[in-house]
């Protein structure tokens, strides 16, 4: 996971205000990264070992809003960890993107070369006023985020799938 001071704080380190990269310590992107390819690689061959016919559906989220907001009594995910390295306002949204983009490279790595595996591009779905919070849609923010999946499950099941009313 990389969203939260327990998982963001370790990759961060202080920049400098025109790099996004810079906020990451060396080997930290390269290495989370690396991380979630094998646990996706563990998901691949359970599913290969015991549902072979089984396609598996897989996306990379969409740039997430540091924006403070959290969630009930859950605190903000991204915000505290910008703060507290003092990652500039206007570079904040280039360095969510850097890790968003990471994502999508090993989804889109793996969906290359993994059968029956299939990522959809769910980054830039949302306005800003469809999240809820820092990570999460609104309710409208999640249905346009599920119509990206719609192709998808027609292709793979045309008989079953009908097109909800509210993507239309």
């Not at 563990?42 to 540091?66: E, Q």
């Not at 003092?86 to 890790?99: H, M, Q, T």
């Amino acid at each position: 996971d990389f969203a939260g001071p327990d998982d963001l704080d370790p990759l961060m380190q202080r920049g400098n205000a025109t790099d996004p990269k810079s906020w990451f310590k060396e080997d930290a992107l390269p290495d989370l990264f690396r991380r979630v390819r094998v646990g996706y690689e563990r998901v691949i061959h359970l599913r290969d070992t015991f549902c072979p016919d089984v396609t598996i559906l897989t996306h990379s989220y969409d740039y997430a809003h540091a924006s403070g907001k959290g969630f009930l009594f859950l605190s903000p995910w991204i915000k505290p960890s910008f703060d507290k390295f003092g990652v500039p306002d206007k570079l904040r949204p280039k360095v969510i993107n850097l890790i968003i983009d990471g994502l999508a490279n090993v989804q889109k790595t793996l969906s290359r070369k993994t059968r029956k595996y299939k990522f959809v591009e769910t980054r830039g779905t949302l306005t800003p006023e469809e999240w809820s919070n820092e990570i999460h849609p609104t309710s409208d923010g999640f249905c346009k985020i599920a119509g990206k999946f719609f192709p998808e499950f027609k292709r793979g099941i045309p008989d079953w799938v009908i097109e909800p009313k509210w993507l239309k």
